[in-house]
């Protein structure tokens, strides 16, 4: 099993930044994604960013590219995602999520709250 703890949301102006962490713990994989997804309420979960484990190549949903950047820390065990320019439409609860060496995001942790004020 892997568990998947995620901090460093809060409140922040429009405008303003956050950097969320995801510590993992438990088994590891060699290959696959970690990732982060959001829920904002009243809407379904969505993809935000993800980034292989090998190579460390990176994803983003559009309307984040460019102002979200995604990154790891393997000797930490630790995936980030540093989010800037933010607006009141990124406020969602975040979650991080794993794959195991193939296949779908089996692992997810809690979610931690973003909430940006116009």
């Known amino acids: 099993q892997v568990q998947l703890v995620e901090s460093g949301g809060g409140l922040v102006q429009a405008g303003g930044s956050l950097r969320l962490s995801c510590a993992a713990s438990g088994r590891t994989f060699s290959s696959g994604r970690m990732g982060w997804f959001r829920q904002a309420p009243g809407k379904e979960r969505e993809f935000v960013a993800a980034?292989?484990?090998?190579?460390?190549?990176?994803y983003y949903k559009d309307s984040v590219a460019g102002r979200f950047t995604i990154s790891r820390d393997n000797a930490k065990n630790t995936v980030y995602l540093q989010m800037n320019s933010l607006r009141p439409e990124d406020t969602a609860v975040y979650y991080c999520?794993?794959?195991?060496?193939?296949?779908?995001?089996?692992?997810w942790g809690q979610g931690t709250q973003v909430t940006v004020s116009s």
């Open positions: 999520a794993a794959t195991g060496n193939v296949g779908p995001y089996d692992y």
């Open positions: 980034i292989r484990r090998s190579g460390g190549n990176t």
